[in-house]
């Protein structure tokens, strides 16, 4: 009976233990408010210096700014936006729901945007600085300021080269526009097949004239690279 006593409270205890390493896990900050105007961190009013969650969702008014730092990464939240930071393991997620995000992701940063129509992340583990869009329904702008940009959809991937622009749109079917079409073609027409590949694609790319998106662009890049981020002292 002592011994049966002895094994329950063991095991008792290891449960509370393995509770308390979860609880502990989930209470670790992912990263911290560095600039925010007129912008909200899940309910609340978002504050400099405040920190950020796994869970929490990040939000801007239509004449707001947020920005957060994620570890290594910067993430910049444009007016009018709604997004959520996850986190699976080390790779870190901001799910975009809405607006537009601007990212600067060093070096082998397990750092990524989800949006509707898929994944979009540096390529090859290199550091890139870029922004995403939601255009409208199963439509979203990626643009690669800095370093090379990878789209991801069910296991299909494009890269975005650097200094270039796509609008990505999912795909209508097998038969539908955007099937076997390549950013890369050197003629400039991104609605061209690619030679041997009859598979269905999922994504459509259009390029758009990088220079457009240039003043916002700069702004994204300053915020998230010169401005200092460390919140000031008391």
């Known amino acids: 009976m002592r011994s049966i006593t002895r094994l329950a409270l063991v095991a008792l205890l290891s449960a509370g233990l393995c509770n308390l390493s979860v609880m502990a896990?989930?209470?670790?900050?992912?990263g911290m408010v560095v600039n925010a105007e007129n912008a909200h961190l899940s309910e609340a009013t978002a504050a400099l210096g405040t920190n950020v969650f796994a869970g929490d969702s990040l939000q801007t008014d239509p004449d707001g700014t947020l920005r957060v730092r994620v570890g290594s990464?910067?993430?910049?939240?444009?007016?009018?936006?709604?997004?959520?930071?996850?986190?699976?393991?080390?790779?870190?997620?901001?799910?975009?729901d809405r607006g537009t995000v601007g990212f600067s992701s060093p070096a082998a940063?397990?750092?990524?945007?989800?949006?509707?129509?898929?994944?979009?992340?540096?390529?090859?583990?290199?550091?890139?600085?870029?922004?995403?869009?939601i255009v409208g329904p199963g439509k979203i702008m990626v643009a690669a300021y800095h370093g090379a940009i990878v789209v991801s959809n069910a296991g299909f991937e494009r890269t975005i080269a650097?200094?270039?622009?796509?609008?990505?749109?999912?795909?209508?079917?097998?038969?539908?526009?955007?099937?076997?079409?390549?950013?890369?073609?050197?003629?400039?027409?991104?609605?061209?097949?690619?030679?041997?590949?009859h598979n269905y694609e999922p994504l459509v790319f259009t390029a758009i004239i990088m220079g457009t998106l240039a003043g916002?662009?700069?702004?994204?890049?300053?915020?998230?690279?010169?401005?200092?981020?460390?919140?000031?002292?008391n």
């Open 109 to 133: 940063s397990h750092f990524e945007i989800e949006t509707p129509v898929g994944i979009v992340r540096g390529a090859n583990g290199k550091a890139a600085f870029g922004e995403v869009t």
């Open 162 to 197: 650097e200094g270039n622009a796509y609008n990505v749109s999912l795909a209508q079917g097998p038969e539908g526009a955007g099937a076997g079409t390549s950013p890369d073609d050197n003629s400039g027409n991104t609605n061209v097949p690619q030679k041997g590949i």
């Open 216 to 233: 916002l662009g700069y702004l994204v890049w300053h915020v998230a690279n010169e401005s200092d981020p460390t919140p000031p002292s």
């Open 25 to 30: 896990a989930a209470g670790t900050p992912l």
């Open 73 to 96: 990464n910067q993430v910049y939240l444009a007016a009018a936006s709604f997004a959520m930071l996850l986190q699976d393991h080390d790779n870190i997620r901001v799910k975009l």
